[in-house]
C-alpha cells in the first residue's frame, strides 16, 4: 500500500511517500481502508523528534482518519463496509490502517468523510478540555485563541453549541471569515486582544480561555479572565511554552487548567466511546460541522504539515487518500 513515512527527523520537508506492507490484522483489530486522514499539529512535532511519542524510525504518521471497515472482530459492534472515524494515533497517512475498536466510531451518513477525519483528535480534545477540564455551562464566555485553525474551530463549534458566547482570536484579517464560520459571535484580532475583550465583555472578562497557542499570550490571556475564570492549556503552536507567576492566580481567584487529552483516556480507552456518544446527537443535529480547510493529495504530505507549521491553515487541514 503507499503510505507517508518519517525517515529521519528534519521536519516537513523530510516526509517521503513510500510503498509498504499493509497493516497486519490482529484478532482485535478493525481494518481500515482510508479515504482521508486528518493532519494535527502533533505530526509536524513527530517530523522533528519534538513530540513525546517517538517511534522508531522509520514510521508512519497520521493519528486520525476516516473510511470505510474492511472487517471487524466479532462482538465489536463494527461490520465490513460500515463508514467510520477513527483514531488510530500512528498509521493514518496510509491507504490502510489497523486500529482498536475502541478507537473506531460509526459515522452518521449525512457526515462527509472529509468531517468524519477532521473529529476525532480536535472535537475529542475540546469536548475534554471545555466539558470535564473547563466545567463549561450554559451562559459562560468562552475566548479561543487560535480561533482559524483546527482545534480553534472545533472549540469555537462545541462551545457555541454548548450554549456559550464564544469570541474568537485570529492571527490576522484573512483567518476572521474562518473563525465566523466556526460559529463565533465576535471574532478579534490577537494583537491587542486583552483590551478588545475587555470591552467586549464590559470590563467582566471570560470564564474560561482555550489556548492551543501559548507563547507571549499567555499573560494577557491570564487578565482576560472574570473572577473564577479557568485558562485551558492544550498545547505551544506558538512555539514557546509560558511560565506563570502564580501568584496572579490571587488575584481574581482564576485557574490554569492542564488538558492532557491523551494523558487521560490512555488508562482507559472506554471513555473515547463515552465521548463520542456525548458529541454524536450534537453531529447528528449538524451543530459540529468542522471547518474544513485546504485537501492535499497523500503524495504532498510535506505541504499539508507546512501548512499548519508555517501557520497559513484556516480550518482543517487534510489528506486525501482515494
Same mark, same amino acid.
Given at each position: ?14 516526509? +517521503? ?5 499493509? #497493516? ?13 486522514? &486528518? ?6 512535532? /513527530? ?7 517517538? =517511534? ?31 483514531? #488510530? ?22 457526515? %462527509?468523510?472529509?468531517?468524519? *477525519? ?31 485553525? &483546527? ?5 469555537? /463549534? $462545541?462551545?457555541?453549541?454548548? @450554549? ?8 490576522? !484579517? +484573512? ?7 466556526? &460559529?463565533?459571535?465576535?471574532?478579534? $484580532? ?28 499567555? %499573560? !494577557? ?7 473564577? @475564570? ?6 505551544? %503552536?506558538? &512555539? ?21 487529552? @491523551? ?5 482507559? =480507552?472506554?471513555?473515547?466511546? +463515552? /465521548? ?7 453531529? +447528528?443535529?449538524?451543530? $459540529? ?11 504532498? *504530505? ?21
Amino acid at each position: 500500500m503507499r503510505a507517508v513515512q518519517i525517515t529521519s527527523l528534519a521536519g516537513p520537508s523530510a516526509l +517521503e511517500v513510500a510503498t509498504i506492507d499493509e #497493516p497486519a490484522a490482529g484478532p482485535d483489530s478493525v481494518v481500515v481502508d482510508v479515504h482521508v486522514a &486528518g493532519v494535527t499539529f502533533p505530526e509536524v512535532l /513527530q517530523s522533528r523528534g519534538e513530540y513525546q511519542v517517538k =517511534p522508531p524510525l522509520p514510521f508512519v504518521p497520521g493519528s486520525e482518519v476516516a473510511g470505510v471497515v474492511r472487517s471487524a472482530p466479532e462482538g465489536s459492534g463494527l461490520s465490513a463496509g460500515q463508514r467510520v472515524a477513527a483514531f #488510530p494515533g500512528l498509521g493514518g497517512f496510509a491507504e490502510t490502517v489497523a486500529v482498536s475498536p475502541a478507537m473506531v466510531f460509526p459515522l452518521p451518513d449525512a457526515v %462527509t468523510f472529509e468531517a468524519g *477525519a477532521s473529529l476525532p483528535m480536535n472535537y475529542l480534545t475540546v469536548h475534554f478540555g471545555l466539558v470535564r477540564r473547563g466545567q463549561l455551562k450554559a451562559g459562560d464566555t468562552v475566548l479561543v485563541h487560535g480561533a482559524a485553525g &483546527g482545534v480553534g474551530t472545533a472549540a469555537v /463549534q $462545541l462551545a457555541s453549541a454548548l @450554549g456559550a458566547r464564544v469570541i474568537a482570536v485570529v492571527s490576522s !484579517d +484573512e483567518k476572521v471569515g474562518t473563525a465566523k464560520a466556526a &460559529g463565533a459571535d465576535e471574532v478579534v $484580532l490577537a494583537d491587542g486582544f486583552k483590551d478588545a475583550v475587555k470591552g467586549l465583555t464590559g470590563g467582566r472578562g471570560v470564564d474560561i480561555v482555550v489556548d492551543p497557542v501559548g507563547g507571549d499570550r499567555f %499573560t !494577557d490571556s491570564l487578565r482576560s479572565l472574570a473572577r473564577e @475564570g479557568r485558562l485551558l492549556v492544550i498545547g505551544f %503552536t506558538g &512555539g514557546e511554552i509560558p511560565q506563570v507567576k502564580v501568584n496572579r492566580l490571587l488575584l481574581n481567584n482564576i485557574s490554569v487548567v492542564g488538558v492532557g487529552w @491523551g494523558a487521560f483516556w490512555m488508562p482507559q =480507552p472506554s471513555y473515547l466511546q +463515552e /465521548q463520542w456518544a456525548d458529541l454524536l446527537p450534537l453531529i +447528528e443535529a449538524g451543530k $459540529l460541522d468542522p471547518v474544513v480547510g485546504r485537501s492535499f493529495p497523500l503524495e504532498r *504530505a510535506v505541504d499539508a504539515l507546512l501548512e499548519l507549521d508555517e501557520r497559513r491553515a484556516a480550518g482543517k487541514v487534510l489528506l486525501s487518500v482515494r
